[in-house]
């Protein structure tokens, strides 16, 4: 029987990290469902959905990813995952993108989780930037709980205006039509 577990790896940024954790979890016979990862201000974050067999604990996945020999600590949480391991469960028609760019102002990361909040939008992802002065956003959202598109796309188009950003809100499948982002 295999059980999942749900992990959560934060260091300072250096080549191999993610070479270090799969490594532990391959030795451990850790099937990889899913991963995410970023780096953010010199900072490397992941999370993992691994199955494993019923012998493996938490504990024991976290003292190994964290007793990696580096010249960066490891920061370790391991967590039993209650449900399926199904990554692509998400994609759908209800899948929109917004993406927000003006001005930086302090709140708006905020304003605009609690907008989402206010409308019943699950936040999938989220990344910002700055640059130059100039805040960009960019959400991936799912509206399956949402009772009114239009009501949204009004929400939306007000918040723009009250905090003084260029707000769009498009399905999934426009934007990729339309914009130059390769993977």
């Given at each position: 029987m295999e059980k999942q577990m749900v992990i959560s790896v934060m260091s300072k940024d250096r080549p191999g990290i993610i070479a270090d954790v799969t490594g532990v979890i391959y030795e451990l016979n850790g099937n990889l469902a899913d991963l995410k990862q970023s780096v953010l201000c010199g900072y490397f974050t992941m999370i993992l959905m691994v199955s494993f067999g019923?012998?493996?604990?938490?504990g024991e996945i976290a003292e190994k990813i964290s007793s990696v020999e580096s010249e960066t600590r490891l920061e370790?949480?391991?967590?039993?995952?209650?449900?399926?391991?199904d990554s692509g469960s998400v994609i759908g028609s209800?899948?929109?993108?917004?993406?927000?760019?003006?001005?930086?102002?302090?709140?708006l990361v905020a304003r605009m989780g609690r907008l989402c909040f206010a409308y019943g939008i699950n936040i999938l992802?989220?990344?910002t930037a700055v640059s130059d002065g100039l805040y960009s956003m960019i959400l991936h959202v799912d509206l399956a709980g949402v009772a009114s598109l239009d009501d949204i796309y009004m929400a939306v188009e007000d918040f723009?205006?009250?905090?003084?950003?260029?707000?769009?809100?498009?399905?999934?499948?426009?934007?990729?039509?339309?914009?130059?982002?390769?993977?």
């Amino acid at each position: 029987m295999e059980k999942q577990m749900v992990i959560s790896v934060m260091s300072k940024d250096r080549p191999g990290i993610i070479a270090d954790v799969t490594g532990v979890i391959y030795e451990l016979n850790g099937n990889l469902a899913d991963l995410k990862q970023s780096v953010l201000c010199g900072y490397f974050t992941m999370i993992l959905m691994v199955s494993f067999g019923d012998d493996i604990t938490a504990g024991e996945i976290a003292e190994k990813i964290s007793s990696v020999e580096s010249e960066t600590r490891l920061e370790v949480v391991v967590k039993d995952f209650v449900g399926t391991l199904d990554s692509g469960s998400v994609i759908g028609s209800n899948i929109y993108v917004i993406t927000a760019q003006g001005a930086n102002k302090n709140g708006l990361v905020a304003r605009m989780g609690r907008l989402c909040f206010a409308y019943g939008i699950n936040i999938l992802d989220f990344d910002t930037a700055v640059s130059d002065g100039l805040y960009s956003m960019i959400l991936h959202v799912d509206l399956a709980g949402v009772a009114s598109l239009d009501d949204i796309y009004m929400a939306v188009e007000d918040f723009g205006r009250e905090v003084e950003l260029n707000v769009v809100m498009q399905h999934i499948d426009i934007f990729k039509a339309t914009s130059d982002i390769s993977l």
